[in-house]
């Protein structure tokens, strides 16, 4: 009997100093990006090859959408988020979506249902993530012609909303006006 005990404060011992352990060195977000700040650069796998770098759209509006197929609200956002940047294409606006999905296979089945035609890189360990500090999906951040983060997002939007269009060519439109 006593051994049982023993055995047992062993087990609570060794796993307390896992989730201790774990706790030290888990990545943190650095917090969040504020709003004016530069957006973090980034270079991720893209799908289905490739990869996907944040400096290839300097000088674009960027929509950057951090996002999973085994979340419901990123799920309810998608159909407006691909209408979305299928019009704002043509004013300079890039969407890109960012998935923390693990599994591969899953996130090429729902980019073919969804017909997405934004790009989309793949960050499973959710690194890029903890830099912007995101911690709930889905998260947006819109990001002006300059580089830097003009609104973040946090929860589903609808991006068909006249008024989100209206800003986000707003953002198209000054900065393409201040750079003639």
């Not at 650095?30 to 759209?57: D, H, I, N």
């Not at 986000?168 to 439109?173: C, E, F, N, P, T």
């Amino acid at each position: 009997m006593m051994r049982r005990i023993t055995i047992a404060k062993w087990v609570v011992v060794a796993v307390a100093t896992a989730a201790l352990v774990w706790l030290v060195v888990r990545p943190r977000p650095r917090g969040p990006v504020k709003m004016g700040e530069s957006a973090p650069g980034f270079t991720l796998s893209q799908l289905p090859s490739g990869k996907l770098s944040l400096s290839e759209f300097k000088g674009h509006v960027v929509v950057l959408n951090f996002w999973a197929t085994w979340c419901p609200p990123c799920v309810m956002e998608t159909p407006s988020l691909e209408k979305f940047a299928s019009e704002m294409k043509p004013q300079g606006v890039a969407v890109l979506g960012v998935s923390v999905d693990e599994n591969e296979n899953q996130l090429k089945q729902f980019v073919q249902q969804y017909h997405l035609s934004y790009p989309v890189a793949r960050d499973p360990s959710a690194a890029l993530a903890n830099s912007y500090g995101t911690y709930k999906l889905p998260e947006s951040y819109i990001i002006g012609r300059d580089g830097r983060v003009a609104d973040k997002i946090i929860g589903a939007t609808n991006w068909t909303d006249p008024r989100m269009i209206a800003f986000v060519k707003s953002l198209a439109g000054a900065n393409t006006q201040a750079s003639r």
